[in-house]
């Protein structure tokens, strides 16, 4: 069974950081797109990120570009999202998503959540 | 970018009977949109990319169509399990690939 785990989400000051991972099973990270999204308090979802299987091509929305930086590690099935110069609307449940060729998006985690208040 | 309108913003549907969700495109995304559902403390669930093409176990009730700028997911016969959110995504002209705001269904 393919699975996303999400970790790292915590309470973090405005102006902080922090390493959000997500650790893939039952299938080869290597061979996927990954896509992190994020969901706000009773909001929406929005796209943040995104990264080819290669780790070649990365792409960001606007609104978290030049601060939150997507990479992995495909010998340990791992996805990482570093984010920098956290604000109060970062505050969200991230989810670490399995991209299919679109994309569009198959395999979700259940979601870390990230607090940044003072 | 791409804006995705969902309508309604709620729809309340007796058991048993038809929900219709649409979905508008602020420019033509051919068939690259998606149907996620999610239900209240879960992650979102892939129902239906490339429009119509239902992802693996979605029960045969839930049918997409359109093309172009306008969509509509369809719930044959509406269950009690089928409350839930439901958002379309476009992947046509990305980044970033946006999200409609979403359409609650309720059971009647």
């Known amino acids: 069974e393919e699975q996303l785990v999400e970790s790292g989400g915590q309470l973090v000051q405005p102006g902080g950081s922090l390493r959000l991972s997500c650790e893939v099973s039952?299938?080869?990270?290597?061979?996927?797109?990954m896509i992190w999204v994020r969901q706000a308090p009773g909001k929406g979802l929005e796209w943040i990120s995104y990264?080819?299987?290669?780790?070649?091509?990365?792409h960001y929305a606007d609104s978290v570009k030049g601060r939150f930086t997507i990479s992995r590690d495909n010998a340990k099935s791992s996805l990482y999202l570093h984010m920098n110069s956290l604000r109060l609307e970062d505050t969200a449940t991230y989810y670490c998503?399995?991209?299919?060729?679109?994309?569009?998006?198959?395999?979700w985690g259940k979601g870390t959540t990230v607090t940044v208040s003072s | 970018e791409i804006v995705m309108t969902q309508s309604p913003a709620t729809l309340s549907v007796p058991p048993g009977e038809r929900a219709t969700l649409s979905c508008r495109a602020s420019?033509?995304?051919?068939?690259?949109l998606a149907w996620y559902q999610q239900k209240p403390g879960q992650p979102p669930r892939l129902l239906i990319y490339?429009?119509?093409t239902r992802a693996t176990g979605i029960p045969d009730r839930f049918s997409g169509s359109g093309s172009g700028t306008d969509f509509t997911l369809t719930i044959s016969s509406l269950q009690s399990e089928d409350s839930a959110v439901y958002f379309c995504?476009?992947?046509?002209?990305?980044?970033?690939?946006?999200f409609g705001q979403g359409t609650k269904v309720e059971i009647k």
């Open positions: 490339g429009a119509s």
């Open positions: 995504q476009q992947y046509n002209n990305w980044p970033p690939a946006t």
């Open positions: 420019q033509s995304i051919r068939n690259d």
């Open positions: 039952g299938f080869t990270l290597s061979n996927y797109a």
């Open positions: 998503v399995r991209g299919r060729p679109g994309p569009y998006m198959d395999v």
């Open positions: 990264s080819n299987s290669g780790s070649t091509v990365k």
